[in-house]
């Protein structure tokens, strides 16, 4: 049984006994989500060692990789306030509109090539239009066509009646909307939307067939309680996959020069993101790079999911980086268990204090890094 409430947390949890309780089929308390993300330092490897009982019951030793497509970049009408894309922003990012379909289904081969199972295909603005639908269709039926086993995610922002299922059947799978952070948090950072669209649409995708993928940005300001809650709402909301992002900081947006995450916290969010969610996909998102650092692998005895390569604005590490990453510490690439050999002489990528503006990929004429 859980063992602990949040005031006496760090010093008396057993995580061992609660990774036992999940396992058993106790779901934990918020309590206990707090003191998993209130665990100090020296409990780190306990943390870590419990969470990742659960992690390998659900996932065995496999991680999935992602692969994402920024089909249109920048130029957003909304104003989510960490986001470089956004109305306002003076962030020196990419900005283009649609990929041509060869291009768009270039980009996703290369993600596929370098040895990821699911491709995520993103669109900047505040939701797409029925002529959008019918364009990302397309692209999916074309991708499709290519390679039958490619997992598809939409990501196109808040879905109307009917899109939903419009994406269904032209056969994408999954469609990606996160909350970004607790419903009392939320019009700190946005006010050109509320919570609630947002869970709408989530809402709309699962409904539709679609797997619903939904997560969480830390580092937005939110209180540990803050993050507890968002990660309760995306239980609630039955999200099959949680991308959890790190704040990325971009010069030009209103949180330009917040840094509130350091890499042990980082590994207690994921940490109680699993004790929370056991048996969903905790996804290492945007700023594993830039938070993480050398605690990546580490994170990945948590975690059961990457990204491959770069971010919708940003430069992420090599490729085979994180390939390596994956190799390294004794995990097999979902899906591509015989696939790309892992263990070359590449030295890692940019592990930087700042994002790294994404100058290479879709929109670009340089080569992807997958
Ligand atoms: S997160 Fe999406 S909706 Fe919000 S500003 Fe960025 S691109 Fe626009």
Redesign the pocket.
Known sequence: MPTTTATTAAATTNYAALADAVLAGTPVTTDDALAVLRSGDDALLDVVQAAGRLRRAHFGNTVKVNYLVNLKSGL?????G??????G?TADILTYSWLKPDEALAQAGAGLRGGASRVCLVS???GPSDRDIDRVSGMVGALKDKYPDVEVCACL?LLKDGQAERLREAGVDAYNHNI?TAASHHDAI?T??TYDDRVDTVTKAKGAGLSPCSGLIAGLGESDEQLVEALFALRDLESDSIPVNFLMPFDGTPMQGTHELSPARCVRILAMARFVCPEKEIRIAGGREMHLKSLQGLALHVANSIFLGDYLTSEGQDAQADIDLIADNGFVILGAQDGPESGSACAGGSVTADPVIRRRGAGTTAPANA
């Open positions: 957003c009408p909304e104003d989510c960490y986001c470089s894309q956004r109305l922003s900047s603005g505040r922002g970004n946005v050109s939307h």
